[in-house]
């Protein structure tokens, strides 16, 4: 049944730099002229698509996924990525939510772990949320900068928890490859041959298929990887030295890991670690509950 269209936007008063909802809608799509190409937007926002029913089409980095019904992708704008109703389905009915900036470093890590479109289970909560947070922006019942700030909060704080833990059924050799940096980002030697060997691929198969699921190079997400476990060895363990830590995420160089790291946080590990020091004890929390 076809739905009528809302979209509802926010204006703020508040300069305060929150995550927050900046526009939403429901819509129905069975014009071929649905088509938004993000390099070419001006707007600067965050985005989170839903397919209710019907089939959608997203391009990102020149990989292409077909958006079926119970799908989500999430991207920033502007950006390397469009998305439209593509050529083979009669219509898309759509629950799309935007948001402000805030929110990209977390795009960017549900990216490095599942890539750009999440399946959310009818379990998870998490249509029936957006929905609701939907319902209540058509009925005027989000007032204050707060009540907006804290409905975006609680759906990507609950979006990115289950990104990160659900599980795939099928455990693929992208998934081994993974699994295998994971496990040992802290070897010198480790490259990218190496890891296609043992997975037994290409290694252009490989980076292919690596980039097509978690929507990064695994040549980056090693770096990334050795730069957050050395974040988190600077932060809690004060006896080791600065080469140390360098060593045991896989830099044999201090130097070059000093630049590296610099690159990536905008200080060097030395400052970051003084900032991390001005409290007593440091307690460790982790992203996701760990599993027994």
Not at 46 to 53: A, S
Request: glycine share 6%; hydrophobic share 35%; aromatic share 14%.
């Amino acid at each position: 049944m076809k739905q009528s269209n809302h979209s509802i936007g926010f204006s703020f008063s508040s300069d305060l730099p929150l995550l927050a909802l900046v526009g939403l809608g429901h819509h129905y799509i069975d014009s071929h002229d649905y088509s938004w190409n993000s390099r070419n937007r001006n707007q600067s926002l965050c985005l989170i698509q839903y397919c209710i029913e019907g089939e959608g089409a997203l391009e990102v980095d020149g990989i292409l996924y077909s958006i079926l019904p119970g799908d989500a992708f999430i991207i920033d704008i502007p950006g390397e990525n469009h998305y439209y109703l593509p050529p083979h389905s009669s219509y898309w009915e759509i629950l799309y939510l935007e948001f402000s900036k805030e929110c990209l470093p977390l795009i960017r890590k549900i990216y490095r772990v599942k890539g750009p479109v999440v399946h959310l289970t009818k379990e998870s909560g998490l249509a029936d949320q957006m929905m609701s947070i939907y319902e209540r922006a058509v009925r005027n019942e989000i007032k204050t900068f707060f009540e907006n700030t804290k409905a975006a909060y609680n759906l990507w704080m609950d979006f990115t928890v289950y990104a990160l833990t659900c599980s795939e059924d099928e455990i693929s050799k992208i998934d081994h490859v993974k699994a295998y940096i994971d496990q040992n980002y802290y070897m010198e030697d480790l490259n990218l041959d190496l890891v296609a060997e043992h997975a037994g691929i290409s290694k252009y198969y490989m980076c292919k298929e690596f980039h097509k699921k978690y929507g990064i190079t695994p040549g980056k997400y090693l770096k990334e990887l050795r730069i957050s476990q050395a974040c988190r060895l600077l932060t809690t363990n004060s006896d080791h030295t600065i080469q140390d830590i360098a060593r045991m995420v896989g830099y044999s160089n201090n130097n070059y890991f000093g630049k590296v790291f610099k690159a990536s946080k905008g200080i060097t590990p030395d400052k970051f670690r003084k900032q991390s020091t001005q409290y007593d004890f440091v307690r460790v929390v982790y992203e996701t509950p760990k599993r027994i």
